[in-house]
């Protein structure tokens, strides 16, 4: 019984460290977010987007899916629908606000699972 009690214990704190980091950004920062169409780019809106390493991604999902080393942008449409973009340029340093920011001094592309292709940048541009 004892033995049930303490797995018991660290499966819900396991629970609550794998939700606690899914709630939880790397980074998240202000952008203007616009994706490709056959005529070239739609019109820009500004977005909160999630900032994550694949490192942070795979942890917060329990998977190996996402690339390591590689940054991702987490653009939330409702509560349960997200598109994970993949980055062409890595934030340096981790997806930290410092490393985000400076990767998007210039405007930051990436392509997500469905094969669309989106622009980042800060609402400066």
Not at 18 to 39: H, K, M, P, Q
Not at 71 to 98: C, M, P
Request: hydrophobic letters at 45%; aromatic letters at 16%; a negative charge.
């Amino acid at each position: 019984m004892k033995f049930r009690l303490t797995i018991g214990f660290v499966l819900l704190a396991l629970f609550l460290c794998i939700g606690s980091i899914a709630a939880e950004a790397a980074c998240t920062v202000v952008c203007n977010v616009e994706y490709a169409v056959n005529y070239g780019w739609s019109e820009k809106f500004k977005r909160e987007i999630d900032f994550y390493t694949g490192q942070e991604l795979n942890e917060a999902t329990n998977s190996y899916s996402y690339e390591y080393f590689v940054t991702y942008a987490l653009i939330w449409f409702d509560q349960d629908q997200v598109a994970i973009v993949k980055l062409s340029r890595n934030a340096i340093g981790g997806a930290d606000e410092l490393s985000v920011e400076s990767l998007l001094i210039s405007p930051v592309e990436g392509v997500d699972k469905s094969g669309r292709t989106w622009r980042f940048s800060t609402p400066l541009y």
